[in-house]
């Protein structure tokens, strides 16, 4: 055997190459550390700097190497409630907090690839979100793309993606992908409009969003749970936040209360209405004006409002969580529709691992199974071991094109790439049958004929696979792409690698 | 050896190829019949899952006693339908999956006061469906599928047609359908799918006119669909979304043979019985080495993914009417062909 290096075999090794540096996360090996997956919003850790992305190296002088190092450490450290200290040393810099609270940040190992896995493998939350009773165009799902990915950040929730997703009937959708926060959430946040109003004597006096609203209170001075106490439904805490008004809204707020009267009370002089909080059509809230209000043009107002629940600390969540929305809908504004989720996947992480480990013991023992046969038949031990390595070949460029372009790996996808390796074998089979088909004299002509047949074959299967792309809402798409680039590999770099190879063999 | 008996096989194939059809034409009629009858009763040609119909799925990673829930549960929660998950090595429970024609947050309360806690994300998994959205997937993924079928006939016959002006026609009526449907938007898609299979009808007799070997290609890839989708029926297997990429699979497999045993058989080179049997040890070592790789998937997939276990079944399947109908449909169909243009 002679295997020449010919320009084909050198294409397969580049692209190879490329592909492993493309796959492995070089960052993984070399650095020590822990990566800081997200960072809460709003937090001390945020506001002093640490950020989704940095590798955490020690924490107060103390080298960090795994994740347990971390946790161990910080939970021994916050046992009080007085505010402490904490140095944290990043790749990118120090870090000083001083808080009662361990650091609100979420670390993980740093992977050792860039392969990303898709919701069903990695868990999560995704939802199918359309306008309720109207159909929209792609330049109205295109604004409510952005409407809505402005309320989910708002809110604070990371490592979302909101897209715009356009199937064969030509309805326009839109998925939402969020690898942490739980379906409640999302429901929420998608499923109500978020209609903000403040009236007084069913007179609108400000709406949300950014005409009316300039700014919204949210930080520990501007926004808090102010007090809890027992009530008919167990116990009930209040929240109070501060909102600056535009100047606009600020002297129509003037003008209303100009006309109203004072009426004077045990507990002090309010004005004779008060300001309704409506949201999405519903009364939440009332609150009594004070007597110095009356036709100031004030920019300064406080909004507050309540939660409710069985026990004190329940009360206190559903306060908090309440006060946040209506928070978020102040600064977002409302959505432009009415919207329905018609389909919402929460994956729970739990079975995804041992998923991926048991997805790559099947796909070994049937690549070994699939080759003793190919050993069976030609009874050469070199044939079969180059299959072996030229379809392990394939699966390594396949992987090294989704991580270079940002692909997830779903279950559809891993679909795919079985339906890639599968034709590469048939495919190898045709070249090692034409190679020695003894009625063509010139093993160029084998060749050539062999390629014919290969073409013909990946012809077909891609123009069957591009309806896949745009059917169902693109949750097939993952099977169609993956597949395409996987043939699409196979027939221009690795068969005509494989047929040199076996030229060499033959020859 | 092989000299001595090519010549019997030759005798025993050329008197009986034809009479062989009749094997493949009984199962196609069979199948035919039997997705009618299936239809007649169902007012569906499979039966579908949640991902196609609307639903809720929710995997439970707790042991629960299947037969306790189903007892306790289907009179709440619609057409109740529970699967057990285990470990591929321990063989331990893991979970279950309940599935139901019941909405989203219905299904959630009743399983919550059923259970005695809050379901989250680290004990369960959620899925659900609107039956609008279910049932539109379902038109869009048989469009997908009737669309898959037109292209691929299309390329077959530029492989082995010749006449250009037929190759330009069959391109242009394949293209009509997809362009008014999806860029004009002026076909709904029920319009769609009767418009798109009649296109695919007028193709086919544009194929029986023009190119035989290209329609011998399409009837078998056809064959095998319409074969596993009776065994898949009979079986009761249920079809979701992801289960559809199965035949698009299937669709591609199953031309890669024909393709080869085409390209060999209008080559002229040695006797048609000779080319007839190197195209068969070819495509069935082909057939076999996916065969036994899928099978051997299958078990494996089986104990803890519902949804490649599916997809693998299906292929299972569809490979093993592949070998009847590449070796039997196929190969009649082109061997009297060419013995029919030679005598010509």
Known sequence: MKIKFTWRIWLLIIFLIFSVISIVNFQGFFENGILIKSVEQNSTSFEQGLRTGQILISVDGKKVKTIEDYTNYIQGKFISEENVKTIIQTNQGEFILYSNKAPQIIVSEIPKTNLKSGLDLAGGTRALVQAKDIKLSADEIGELVDVLSNRLNVYGIEDVSVLPSLDLEGNNRIRVEIAGATPNDLEKLISEQGKFEAKIANETVFIGGERDIASVGRDAQNARIESCGASSEGYSCRFSFSVTLSGEAAKKHAAITDKLEVNSTSEGNYLSEKLDLYVDDKLVDSLLIGESLKGQVTTQISISGSGSGEIEEDAYETAKESMHNLQTILITGSLPYKLEIVKLDAISPTLGKDFVKFILIAGFIALISASLIILFRYRNFKSSLMVILFSSSEIIIILGVACLIGWNLDMASIAGILATIGTGFDDQIVILDESRNRSISSLKQRFKRAFAIIMGAYLTAFVSLLPLIWAGAGLLRGFAITTIIGISVGVFITRPAFSDVVKGIES | ?344
């Open chain 2, 1 to 344: 050896m092989q000299e001595q008996e090519t010549p019997q096989k030759k005798q025993w194939h050329d008197k009986y190829y034809k009479l062989l059809l009749l094997v493949p034409a009984f199962l196609l009629l069979f199948s035919l019949s039997y997705l009618f009858i299936f239809y007649s009763q169902n007012g569906d040609i499979m039966h579908r899952d949640i991902s196609l119909t609307g639903g809720t799925s929710i995997t439970l990673y707790d042991n629960l006693e299947k037969i306790q829930i189903e007892n306790d549960l289907s009179s709440k929660l619609m057409d109740l339908n529970i699967r057990e998950i285990y470990d591929l090595i321990t063989r331990e429970q893991k979970g279950i999956t309940i599935e139901t024609t019941s909405d989203g947050e219905e299904t959630t309360e009743i399983l919550e006061n059923y259970l005695g806690y809050k379901l989250t994300k680290e004990n369960s998994s959620f899925e659900y469906t609107s039956s609008s959205l279910g049932k539109s997937f379902f038109n869009q993924l048989l469009l997908a599928i009737i669309y898959a079928f037109t292209f691929m006939g299309i390329v077959v016959f530029f492989l082995f047609g010749k006449q250009k002006k037929i190759k330009v026609l069959i391109t242009l009526l394949g293209i009509i359908s997809p362009i008014l449907f999806f860029i004009f938007k002026v076909l709904t898609i029920q319009q769609a799918l009767i418009f798109s299979f009649l296109v695919l009808v007028v193709n086919l007799i544009i194929y029986l006119k023009y190119n035989v070997p290209s329609l011998a290609v399409i009837i078998s890839a056809f064959a095998d669909i319409l074969m596993t989708l009776a065994l898949v029926n009979i079986l009761g297997i249920e079809m979701s979304s992801v289960g559809i990429i199965a035949f698009v699979m299937l669709i591609g497999y199953s031309v890669d043979t024909d393709i080869l045993l085409t390209n060999r058989i209008l080559k002229k080179e040695g006797t048609l019985n000779e080319r007839i049997f190197s195209s068969f040890k070819t495509g069935m070592t082909m057939t076999l080495t996916s065969l036994v790789a899928f099978l051997i998937a299958l078990i494996i997939v089986s104990s803890f993914s519902a949804i490649l276990t599916k997809i693998f079944t299906i292929l299972v399947i569809g490979l093993g009417f592949d070998i009847l109908n590449t070796w039997i449909t196929n190969v009649s169909l082109l061997k009297w062909y060419v013995k029919s243009k030679n005598e010509n």
